[in-house]
């Protein structure tokens, strides 16, 4: 049960939010805070140091701070980013998936609604409201997001299932597609899973298209 343990670390500028959140989240299984900082980009050395396996960071909707988490995500690859916004707003999830958070919760949510989208996303999948979901999908389908590339850790065959998984083909159709049967379909899906560490098919997806590790609800099964 250690391995999974997630290290959190919360990123917010107002004192009292982050010490609001830490008491809010001290007491989850699974989850142990290992620093709080009121910004990123500034606090860079403590976040290597203490190495936080997740970051809960504050972003206004209004605020320029997707460039920030598009420079953060560069710096540190191996850290999934959840980003606490003041409200719902669909467009913006869009955009902060597209520029490396692979989650998003809004403040008006309840309460238990944060731990488990940072236990969503510590596992691999990511987490956006049901609109947000669905355009990302209808995107995936249509070709629409940016940014595919070729992923050296997996095989030609595991390569060619997952780019017609994430163009939105399912696995009976992707069987018929390549000539073999739906379980061996299920078998290399489970094998890429595990390589991209990822739990699922958006999860899986949005590494392919976008070259990350990266009810309101998880879109990773």
């Known amino acids: 049960m250690t391995s999974n343990k997630m290290n959190l670390g919360i990123v917010d500028p107002r004192v009292l939010v982050r010490k609001a959140l830490c008491a809010l ?22 976040i290597q140091q ?5 970051l809960l960071i504050r972003s206004p909707r209004l605020s320029g701070g997707l460039t ?14 959840v980003l606490l916004t003041d409200g719902a707003d669909h467009e913006f999830e869009l955009r902060a998936i597209r520029s490396g ?10 309460p238990q609604v944060l731990p488990e989208a940072l236990n969503a ?3 691999g999948t990511v987490w956006v409201s049901p609109p947000a ?12 997001v940016s940014g595919e590339r070729d992923i050296p850790e997996l095989t030609q065959r595991e390569t060619e299932i997952l780019a017609l998984m994430a163009k939105g083909f399912r696995n009976k159709e992707i069987a018929n597609h390549l000539f073999i049967s ?3 379909i299920k078998t290399h899906l489970l094998t890429i899973y595990r390589k991209l560490g990822v739990s699922g098919r958006m999860a899986a997806a949005l590494h392919y298209y976008q070259g990350s590790s990266s009810r309101p609800g998880a879109i990773g099964s």
């Open 25 to 46: 989240l001290a007491g989850t299984p699974g989850i142990s805070i290992v620093l709080e900082v009121d910004h990123a980009l500034e606090n860079l050395p403590l």
């Open 50 to 54: 203490f190495q936080p396996n997740v």
């Open 68 to 81: 920030a988490i598009s420079s953060l995500r560069k710096l540190l690859p191996n850290i999934k980013i």
């Open 101 to 110: 958070a692979m989650g998003c919760v809004s403040e008006e949510s309840e």
């Open 121 to 123: 996303v510590a596992s």
């Open 133 to 144: 979901a669905t355009r990302i999908i209808g995107e995936f389908a249509r070709g629409e």
């Open 182 to 184: 739906e379980n061996t």
